[in-house]
């Protein structure tokens, strides 16, 4: 799909993800974030085109029939997608983007793009992983008990992703998610597609 690099970062909810993909993008020069649609109602400080497209079921489904995402999937009672012309267009710019997405959502990625990097972030704990759900307080108490049951479902699909991070002390998992996007850029189809130029005339 072009010369970026796709890396799909997935947890169950309560890990930590979407605080450490923001840091990632903060501390690493170069990353784009992909926007995702969703049937969900926005939180708090939620902006409309920034964290999420805001969309009403029946957009949704339309845009499922037209074949506009790359993946898609329902994740407690709301739908979930990530444009396929978007990333195509970005990656072919060269831009390296993230997808925050679900293990189902991931598992489809991989099918279209094989060559994205996959990354699953773990919770030090199941007692953490329900103190965090908790403190959110954004979440009826039912949504969170919810959530709670899914959520070991979701982490069996670990061995699924090419490379899993703990969230414990966040800095040290900030850092291994850093050093796995650098890695990936050293990758030789990666270097060989940025490097053209030097390659060239390296070997003239």
Not at 158 to 178: M, R, T
Request: aromatic share 6%.
């Amino acid at each position: 799909m072009g010369g970026g690099s796709l890396f799909v970062i997935a947890a169950p909810s309560g890990a930590g993800k979407t605080s450490l993909v923001q840091a990632l993008m903060a501390e690493v020069p170069g990353l784009a974030f992909s926007v995702s649609h969703t049937t969900r109602a926005p939180r708090a400080g939620e902006v409309d085109g920034r964290d999420y497209h805001f969309v009403d079921p029946a957009t949704f489904q339309r845009m499922i029939a037209e074949g506009a995402f790359l993946e898609h999937a329902e994740v407690f009672g709301h739908c979930y997608g990530t444009s396929r012309g978007a990333v195509a267009e970005r990656l072919a710019a060269g831009e390296d983007l993230i997808l925050e997405i679900d293990w189902q959502g991931a598992q489809q990625v991989r099918r279209v793009i094989p060559a994205c990097v996959s990354v699953f972030i773990l919770p030090p704990s199941r007692e953490e992983l329900a103190r965090r759900l908790c403190g959110r307080a954004t979440d009826a108490s039912e949504v969170i008990a919810h959530r709670l049951a899914q959520a070991v479902e979701e982490m069996r699909h670990y061995a699924e992703f090419d490379h899993l991070v703990v969230n414990d002390v966040f800095d040290q998992a900030l850092a291994e998610l850093k050093a796995v996007v650098r890695a990936s850029r050293c990758r030789t189809p990666v270097q060989a597609a940025r490097r053209g130029a030097l390659l060239a005339e390296l070997l003239a």
